[in-house]
Structures are given as structure tokens and as C-alpha cells.
């Protein structure tokens, strides 16, 4: 029997690739992101055309119910990747290093961040820091292992900035930031995230990088934006940073549903007929 066509036997990767992210920063237009930590929503961001998901670490908070994100695990991570990668089709997908899997040493980097290509299917990752991880980017890219650094407010660093703060607002903060994005640029990185920092700074940033920048409460003039899905939809609502637009609300469309559920099991309504077998 004929053997059909590579293509269509193996997902071989996405559509979005990290030339893509190049390609649009050099053509002006905009690179669109949103966290997603799981089969259906995966597949939801990937059919309304978003061009990469993270599985961030945020899914600590958002997903798991923990207060932040420091206890998440490698394994949980990788969990998590596999049943989005499994969902989409054209989305670039990209692990988010957590807690531990880097800081420890270049080493462990470069083992922990492969886990999300070889086992998980992600096409990169995305690691927290400026020039303490610079070694860490050299080595992973050598690997062939594309990183996305993140700098600003990096929530893995809670207590030592004393909270979720806006970062770069002082001269001598605002100039570390820059040098930082130029470290992570020289080293290596695809791209660079910027959370919660003057849109001023951003856009100098932008401006000064050959890689597209992607914002996070970072105002308008990055090269491209990411929010938290479950920010974005309105499914959690114990904290909502200033830099979030609510799209929609699901957790009250939810609640709706569920109460006419429980309540149509009460007054005997459903089951109805329509429901049953004859
Ligand atoms: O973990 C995450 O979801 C993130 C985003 C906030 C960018 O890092």
C-alpha cells in the first residue's frame, strides 16, 4: 500500500515559525499572543488566528489556584504543553521555563528547556531574565532550543522586587533595562517580552533591537502584544492587573449556565424527553 504523503501522517511543526516573528517586526505588523494551558482553549486560540501561544507559568495562579507562581514544576509544565501542542495547528507554541528549571545552572537550562521540544512539542521557550541568563541563552540556542527572554516585571522574582511592581521607572532602572535587552539580544534570544514597563521605555527598547519585542503591560509600541487568557475571557477574578482588557465573561456566562442547570434538575425539567432513550 502507497505510503500517504509525510504531511498528513505527522504534524511535522506549526505554521508560525520564529522567522515569522522577524519577518513582521521588519514588515511593521503586529505579532498577536495569549497564554493557553490545555486542550479547548488551545484550540479555540489557535482557530481565532492567534499567531503564538505561551504556556506560561502563570497557569500557577490562574489554573492551580496558587498564589504565585513559584511552586510550579517542570513535569506540570510539560503536562501542560503536550495538551496544547496537541490542539493546534497553525500557533507557535512555547514552554515557559519555571521556577528552578534554569537558575540552578546552564546545564539544567539547556536539559529542562529540550524537555519541551522532545517530549511536549513546543517550537521554543521562554525564560525569565536579563544578563544572568545570557549563558543560559547561548547554550540553549547552540542546542538549537529558540528563547524568548522575558525582562521588566518578572513574577519569579516576587520577592525580591517586593511585589508584582512596575519596573524601569527611575533613569538608572530604565538604562539596566535597556543594557539587559541588549544582552539577551547579542546572546542569542528570538525575541525579547517586556512586562509592566513605561510605554516609553518599551519603545525605546523596540526601537533600539533587531528582535521583535512582544508586550505585556508595556504599551502600545511593542512588535507585538500577549495577555492571559483567562484575564482576556474574564475567568479570573481574584486579581486583575491595571494592563488588562476584559473581552469577554465567562466565569458569569458559566455561572448562568450552571444555576439554570441546577435548577431545571430540581424542578424536574431536564431530563426531558428530548434527553432520553426509547
Ligand atoms: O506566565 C505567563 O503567562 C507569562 C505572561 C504573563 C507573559 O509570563
Redesign the pocket.
Known amino acids: 500500500m502507497p505510503c500517504p504523503p509525510l504531511k498528513s501522517r505527522i504534524k511535522i511543526m506549526s505554521s508560525f515559525t520564529i522567522h515569522d516573528f522577524l519577518n513582521r517586526k521588519n514588515e511593521g505588523r503586529q505579532i498577536t499572543m495569549l497564554?493557553a494551558y490545555d486542550y479547548p482553549f488551545a484550540r479555540i486560540v489557535d482557530e481565532a488566528g492567534i499567531d503564538a501561544i505561551?504556556v506560561?507559568?502563570?497557569l500557577g495562579m490562574v489554573v492551580q489556584g496558587l498564589e504565585n507562581?513559584l511552586p510550579v514544576t517542570m513535569d506540570e509544565m510539560i503536562y501542560h504543553t503536550k495538551m496544547v501542542t496537541r490542539a493546534v495547528k497553525n500557533a507557535m507554541v512555547l514552554g515557559?521555563m519555571p521556577f528552578m528549571s534554569y537558575q540552578t545552572g546552564v546545564n539544567d537550562a539547556v536539559a529542562n528547556a529540550g524537555r519541551f521540544l522532545k517530549e511536549a512539542g513546543a517550537a521554543a521557550v521562554?525564560m525569565e531574565g536579563g544578563a544572568e541568563i545570557a549563558d543560559h541563552i547561548r547554550a540553549m540556542t547552540k542546542s538549537d532550543i529558540p528563547v524568548m527572554a522575558?525582562i521588566g516585571l518578572t513574577p519569579q522574582s516576587i520577592h525580591r522586587m517586593g511585589g508584582y511592581k512596575v519596573q524601569g521607572k527611575t533613569d538608572e532602572s530604565a538604562k539596566r533595562l535597556i543594557d539587559e535587552a541588549h544582552i539577551v539580544e547579542d546572546a542569542g534570544a528570538f525575541s525579547l517580552?517586556l512586562?509592566a514597563i513605561p510605554m516609553s521605555l518599551a519603545k525605546k527598547i523596540t526601537e533600539e533591537l533587531t528582535i521583535p519585542t512582544i508586550g505585556?503591560g508595556a504599551g502600545p509600541y511593542c512588535d507585538g502584544q500577549?495577555l492571559?487568557l483567562h484575564d482576556v475571557i474574564g475567568l479570573f477574578e481574584r486579581f486583575v492587573p491595571k494592563f488588562v482588557k476584559k473581552y469577554a465573561n465567562i466565569r458569569e456566562e458559566s455561572l448562568r449556565a450552571i444555576r439554570t442547570f441546577r435548577d431545571e434538575i430540581d424542578k424536574g425539567i431536564f431530563p426531558s424527553e428530548d434527553q432520553s432513550f426509547k
Open positions: 497564554t505561551l506560561g507559568d502563570s507562581t515557559d521562554k522575558h517580552l512586562e505585556i500577549i492571559v
